[in-house]
């Protein structure tokens, strides 16, 4: 079965962009090679992965008003066989629209209909945006994970995430809930790292192989990779 991997949250900041290009490379290391689709107009950072294959799909008019004619191309891409999986990076402020296109088109069920499941990911802080990430959460579990599978991750980079208020608003869709995916902080130097190989909009595989690196960076990048891959690996296989 083919797979729909969405990345959505109401919030913008918050790391959305992040998992998409992780989780994209993921999925490259166990040899799928993924179709990923930018649709924030706002916040070009996925398409200036040269690394990654990616497609920019706007689903906002330049008047910021919902464009159907986008949103039917985003899904005829789905629809269709030629792409094992698709991961979409679903920008702030086409949150609300892409949520009412999937419910009004009845969309998910469509792709499972013709062999292609859903995953929504949604990206959970702590710290001053952990109130409104949470309520995001919220929004996916109750009206979008019918026929998908919902997967959380836990961004850490904010503050400690308020588990159990997760996990009370996902109760509902609990049998088709996986994660969470937790997004470790970590010392300042691993960061820094971390932080100059996404300033360059480099993958993993890019900066570990790149001169600009130093041996004990990416040996730093190595173990970030190989623990983030295994958070990943161990998430998904509940699903």
Same mark, same amino acid.
């Given at each position: 079965?083919?797979?729909?991997?969405?990345?959505?949250?109401?919030?913008?900041?918050?790391?959305?962009?992040?998992?998409?290009?992780?989780?994209?490379?993921?999925?490259?290391?166990?040899?799928?090679?993924?179709?990923?689709?930018?649709?924030?107009?706002?916040?070009?950072?996925?398409?200036?992965?040269?690394?990654?294959?990616?497609?920019?799909?706007?689903?906002?008019?330049?008047?910021?008003?919902?464009?159907?004619?986008?949103?039917?191309?985003?899904?005829?891409?789905?629809?269709?066989?030629?792409?094992?999986?698709?991961?979409?990076?679903? &920008?702030?402020?086409?949150?609300?629209?892409?949520?009412?296109?999937?419910?009004?088109?009845?969309?998910?069920?469509?792709?499972?209909?013709?062999?292609?499941?859903?995953?929504?990911?949604?990206?959970?802080?702590?710290?001053?945006? &952990?109130?409104?990430?949470?309520?995001?959460?919220?929004?996916?579990?109750?009206?979008?994970?019918?026929?998908?599978?919902?997967?959380?991750?836990?961004?850490?980079?904010?503050?400690?995430?308020?588990?159990?208020?997760?996990?009370?608003?996902?109760?509902?869709?609990?049998?088709?809930?996986?994660?969470?995916?937790?997004?470790?902080?970590?010392?300042?130097?691993?960061?820094?790292?971390?932080?100059?190989?996404?300033?360059?909009?480099?993958?993993?595989?890019?900066?570990?192989?790149?001169?600009?690196?130093?041996?004990?960076?990416?040996?730093?990048?190595?173990?970030?990779?190989?623990?983030?891959?295994?958070?990943?690996?161990?998430?998904?296989?509940?699903?």
């Amino acid at each position: 079965m083919s797979e729909f991997h969405c990345v959505i949250q109401a919030k913008g900041g918050i790391g959305k962009s992040l998992v998409a290009s992780w989780f994209a490379q993921y999925l490259r290391s166990r040899t799928d090679d993924p179709l990923c689709v930018e649709c924030d107009a706002s916040n070009k950072t996925l398409s200036r992965y040269s690394g990654l294959r990616v497609q920019r799909i706007d689903l906002l008019d330049e008047d910021r008003r919902i464009n159907r004619r986008r949103f039917d191309e985003l899904l005829e891409i789905l629809l269709e066989d030629e792409e094992k999986a698709v991961v979409v990076d679903n &920008g702030q402020g086409s949150f609300e629209p892409l949520a009412q296109y999937l419910l009004e088109m009845d969309a998910v069920r469509q792709l499972k209909a013709a062999g292609r499941q859903t995953f929504l990911h949604c990206v959970v802080t702590g710290g001053q945006h &952990g109130p409104s990430t949470l309520a995001g959460l919220a929004t996916v579990a109750k009206f979008l994970v019918e026929d998908s599978t919902l997967v959380v991750w836990q961004n850490e980079h904010f503050g400690s995430v308020d588990v159990e208020r997760a996990r009370e608003l996902t109760q509902t869709c609990s049998d088709r809930l996986i994660g969470p995916v937790v997004m470790v902080r970590r010392g300042h130097t691993f960061q820094e790292d971390v932080q100059e190989m996404l300033s360059r909009f480099m993958t993993f595989d890019e900066a570990i192989a790149s001169d600009h690196f130093r041996t004990p960076a990416k040996s730093r990048l190595s173990i970030v990779r190989t623990d983030l891959f295994t958070e990943i690996e161990h998430a998904l296989d509940g699903a």
